[in-house]
């Protein structure tokens, strides 16, 4: 998905692998599917692609129509907020 996101943005690895803070490698780790990417930095990645994160329960899972879900994105900006 960031792949194709980056590749739509019209950046290439190092571009993005600048705006998000982090060197190219590891971009090019997280595009091939590295297991234990370090979550803080994904989340900045999928900031600066612009693209939303959605948390919730699934159907499946309680057999309950919809469960409320969490903003992620509210807590991000929340997060970066002087204190």
Known sequence: MLRERRQKAGLDQAELARRVGVSRQWL???ERGKPRAEIGLVLRALNVLDIPLEVGTPRYATGVADTPGIDIDAIVD???KPR
């Open 78 to 80: 929340a997060a970066r």
């Open 28 to 30: 090019v780790e997280v």
